[in-house]
């Protein structure tokens, strides 16, 4: 089974600072991953996605993430804060193996952005 | 697009009684997942189903959760009885194809007293 291990489960950041959470997975061969967004009583929205092809993946709202093969990496950046980013963000790798777990997602524990005025 | 529908958005009822949320998935997507999320311990795969056939219920707590998905337009996941540990947001989401990105509904907020 994949495991993914967000760091830090809260950030505070100044808006219009740059924003940098982090996200390792462990995989024995390159899966797809994702991060997702959620904001206050809703369910999760999808910020951007990195299946194959170029490792620097661009998403919504200023987002992007990049994708690390040597280190088992998707740290997702935004280079400016915005109050509107406050939110809970969710990295996610696919199970890529054939068998009963085929098409599931692995979540991590979830960071919580604080945007500070 | 309509999106994943669940319902009832917050349901509140006492210990011992029989819980039933209702998602209706993205039509044409073939798979089908139910979450659990909670404070303690995040979120939770509990069942998910390919082409309306249950592919992986591992996750499902014990014998008072069931979940069932008739036909490829709704499921629903039972909890019967309810117990205050069940309290929880839950949701549906459905994807298109094995490793397509999974498009969540906005939650049941179960509350049980």
């Known amino acids: 089974a994949q495991s993914v291990t967000q760091l830090g489960s809260h950030v505070s950041v100044s808006e219009g600072a740059l924003v940098l959470l982090r996200c390792n997975y462990s995989?024995?061969?390159?899966?797809?991953l994702f991060w997702y967004v959620q904001y206050p009583n809703q369910g999760l929205q999808l910020l951007l996605k990195?299946?194959?092809?170029?490792?620097l993946v661009k998403g919504i709202n200023g987002f992007e993430a990049e994708f690390k093969k040597s280190e088992t990496s998707f740290h997702l950046t935004k280079p400016s804060a915005h109050m509107s980013d406050a939110a809970e963000y969710f990295c996610?790798?696919?199970?890529?193996?054939?068998?009963?777990?085929?098409?599931?997602?692995?979540f991590g524990r979830g960071t919580q952005l604080t945007v500070w005025p | 697009d309509a999106g994943v529908i669940q319902s009832p958005r917050h349901e509140v009822t006492e210990m011992g009684q029989e819980v039933t949320l209702r998602c209706k998935p993205i039509?044409?997507?073939?798979?089908l997942f139910w979450y659990r999320q909670t404070m303690m311990r995040g979120l939770e795969l509990l069942i998910y189903?390919?082409?309306?056939?249950?592919?992986?219920d591992s996750g499902m707590p014990e014998d008072r959760f069931s979940a069932k998905m008739p036909n490829a337009s709704f499921s629903t996941l039972k909890i019967q009885p309810s117990e205050p540990r069940d309290s929880a947001v839950y949701f549906c989401?459905?994807?298109?194809?094995?490793?397509?990105?999974?498009?969540f509904g906005d939650g049941t907020r179960l509350s049980i007293l």
């Open positions: 989401a459905s994807s298109f194809r094995v490793r397509q990105p999974q498009h």
């Open positions: 995989s024995s061969v390159p899966p797809y």
């Open positions: 990195y299946t194959t092809g170029a490792t």
């Open positions: 996610a790798v696919s199970d890529l193996n054939r068998g009963s777990t085929l098409g599931r997602l692995y």
């Open positions: 039509s044409g997507h073939d798979y």
């Open positions: 189903f390919n082409n309306n056939v249950p592919i992986d």
